[in-house]
């Protein structure tokens, strides 16, 4: 089984340093599904998990705080896949991390992960042409290989910049 090194997500956020709360972008949220498990997510029904860490691909074109913090959060409408399926007993959300940009970069990014990541099928893609934006992965190279992304930090105080 392989196993996201949050020291590895640790090491690389610590040196490129955090992301603007304000700005826009695609982002990353790395869930740990604990067992085997069939979860109700939405009009796609039940699906088939197999225990391990997956990579979903998001954009927050109104701010990447303001979502990450609601996916972090543990009372919400469940409107998204991603909610229903964080939602889910044995279901955790680790870590996130954000590439700021202006433009949306969802599926590009999505694509590259697909190259080392199983798709599940239809998940986070109802209005774009993928095949899917949550990809079960081995191990921490189809995250860290990706360019520009940053761990994101919520903003309780200022940032001190170096
Ligand atoms: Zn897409």
Redesign the pocket.
């Known amino acids: 089984m392989g196993k996201i090194e949050m020291k590895d997500i640790k090491k690389k956020s610590a040196a490129s340093g955090g992301v603007n709360p304000c700005q826009k972008g695609a982002y990353l949220l790395l869930v740990k599904i604990s067992k085997d498990t069939k979860i109700e997510i939405g009009a796609l029904s039940k699906l088939f998990f197999e225990k391990g860490t997956y990579v979903y ?1 998001g954009s927050a074109m109104n701010g990447i705080e303001k979502r990450v913090k609601r996916h972090f959060g543990k009372r919400k409408k469940i409107f998204w896949h991603i909610d229903y399926l964080l939602s889910a007993p044995g279901v955790k959300l680790g870590a996130a991390l954000a590439k700021p940009s202006k433009l949306r970069e ?2 590009k990014i ?1 694509n590259k992960i697909a190259l080392e990541g199983i798709p599940v099928l239809g998940f986070g ?1 109802s ?4 095949n899917s ?1 949550l990809f079960k992965v081995d191990g921490t190279s189809a995250v860290t290989n990706l360019k520009g992304f940053r761990k994101v930090k919520f903003h309780r105080k200022k940032q001190i910049s170096k």
Request: charged share 20%; hydrophobic share 20%.
């Open positions: 691909v969802e599926c999505a893609c209005d774009c042409n993928c934006h």
